[in-house]
């Protein structure tokens, strides 16, 4: 009765909905050519590529960072067993883009259709799959209710649940938990995050997995930016400023502009994490009077600059093998869910970001309990944490390798997950 009603009134969602989704497509870079894919509008190539992997898992991702780890989860399975065929999909134009330039040889890769029953029940009916397999928390009710009608089979993957979302599920439980508890399983990263979702959903086959990302695949041949054709030669100590956020952009090019009075060596680099944001962020470079490259200009600085606003997406593991000291965005300036701290640990590099990571406690704590990580209680706190570590290369590499070390003994996840992703194929 509850998707009844979500099926009425998701037109009028959609609507209201429609001109973001247009404003994101037209700003953010990516694979935009097989768009219509997203209201199931597939091409005769696409219908053939399809009907080649019918009964493939079909394994569903939404942006650059959960389809680095389901892209990592394909090549291991494939490893495992070279006869299953994989269908991947992701949500945004930069998740296409990565997913189709890393897909191993054999692997479709399509957008998600938007969660109307139309255009499910229509990809379903062309994808085909033996399983569909949702990387996080992306609880889609025509997805979940499609999986179950077509092949039967359904999983959530590398989830994990915020106590801010654990608290609003518990508001709509009457419609959330019946989606939830329609999973074969739900393999989660923590101990807490099995404990919220079995609050939400007591009926559903909960596991802890552990954290796929831990298992991250670095490439060995991975090559960071000439960053020469930006700050030019010589000595330099290059800040990253990963992920950012709105407000933490100034925040950290204000703390720049007054460590570079002591450390005239000192470059910066911000990644924000919406690369659309990245004229509201050169007007604030330009009112601090900071000299800067914006790198999807295309052009290099005539004379070298300070700061490089580097607004482009699947990159940041490239900038990160070149950078001194990583700043961990969505920590600071008012935000404290916090991103991904294990791609700079798996780098050795030392990491700085805020005290509270409601979205990455567990990752956070791995980190806090090795001493491996420097976090900050307030933004007053950064210049000096940042100062320390520039002034300081042995104490940078020694908190770098502590970093590398501590991430390192929670690998496993991924083949955990396998296991359990291929006995529901198999048994149930």
Same mark, same amino acid.
């Given at each position: 009765?509850?998707?009844?009603?979500?099926?009425?009134f998701f037109p009028i969602g959609f609507i209201l909905f429609l001109p973001g989704l247009l404003y994101k497509l037209i700003m953010r870079p990516g694979w935009k050519k097989t768009f219509g894919e997203r209201f199931s509008i597939f091409s005769?190539? %696409? =219908?053939? +590529?399809?009907?080649?992997?019918?009964?493939?898992?079909?394994?569903?991702s939404v942006s650059v960072g959960e389809t680095m780890i389901a892209l990592s989860l394909i090549k291991k399975w494939q490893a495992e067993d070279s006869s299953r065929k994989f269908v991947l999909s992701t949500t945004t134009t930069t998740g296409?883009?990565? %997913? =189709?330039? +890393?897909?191993?040889?054999?692997?479709n890769v399509i957008f998600c259709p938007i969660d109307f029953s139309l255009f499910v029940k229509r990809t379903f009916r062309i994808v085909k799959p033996s399983m569909l397999v949702i990387f996080e928390t992306e609880i889609?009710?025509?997805?979940?209710?499609q999986a179950v009608k077509e092949c039967g089979k359904l999983a959530l993957v590398n989830a994990r649940m915020s106590d801010k979302s654990a608290h609003g599920y518990s508001k709509i439980a009457f419609f959330i938990r019946p989606l939830l508890e329609k999973f074969k399983i739900i393999c989660v990263q923590s101990e807490n995050d099995k404990n919220?979702?079995?609050?939400?959903?007591?009926?559903?086959?909960?596991?802890?997995?552990?954290n796929m990302k831990f298992d991250q695949d670095i490439p060995e041949n991975l090559k960071g930016p000439d960053l020469?054709?930006?700050?030019?030669?010589g000595e330099k100590t290059v800040i990253l400023a990963a992920s950012t956020h709105p407000g933490e952009e100034k925040l950290i090019a204000e703390t720049f502009i007054r460590l570079k009075k002591d450390f005239a060596s000192l470059r910066l680099v911000i990644m924000p994490r919406h690369a659309e944001r990245g004229g509201e962020i050169a007007s604030d470079l330009k009112a601090l009077r900071l000299s800067f490259a914006r790198k999807t200009s295309g052009e290099k600085p005539s004379s070298p600059v300070e700061c490089l606003?580097?607004?482009?997406?699947?990159?940041?593991?490239?900038?990160?093998?070149v950078a001194d000291v990583v700043i961990m965005g969505k920590s600071l300036a008012g935000n404290d869910e916090g991103h991904n701290l294990i791609e700079p640990a798996l780098l050795a590099k030392p990491v700085v970001t805020g005290s509270v990571l409601k979205n990455f406690r567990f990752a956070l704590n791995v980190l806090k309990e090795k001493d491996a990580v420097i976090t900050v209680d307030s933004d007053l706190d950064l210049e000096t944490a940042l100062r320390r570590l520039i002034d300081d290369v042995s104490f940078r590499e020694e908190l770098g390798n502590r970093a590398r070390e501590a991430v390192s003994v929670h690998t496993g996840a991924t083949g955990k997950t396998i296991k359990l992703l291929e006995d529901i194929l198999w048994n149930r």
């Open positions: 009765m509850m998707l009844f009603f979500y099926n009425i005769p190539e %696409a =219908r053939r +590529k399809l009907k080649e992997t019918e009964g493939a898992v079909w394994i569903h296409q883009e990565l %997913a =189709r330039s +890393k897909v191993p040889s054999g692997v889609w009710p025509n997805m979940i209710d919220r979702f079995s609050s939400v959903a007591p009926g559903a086959d909960v596991r802890t997995c552990g020469n054709e930006y700050f030019g030669t606003l580097a607004d482009t997406t699947g990159e940041m593991l490239s900038f990160m093998k």
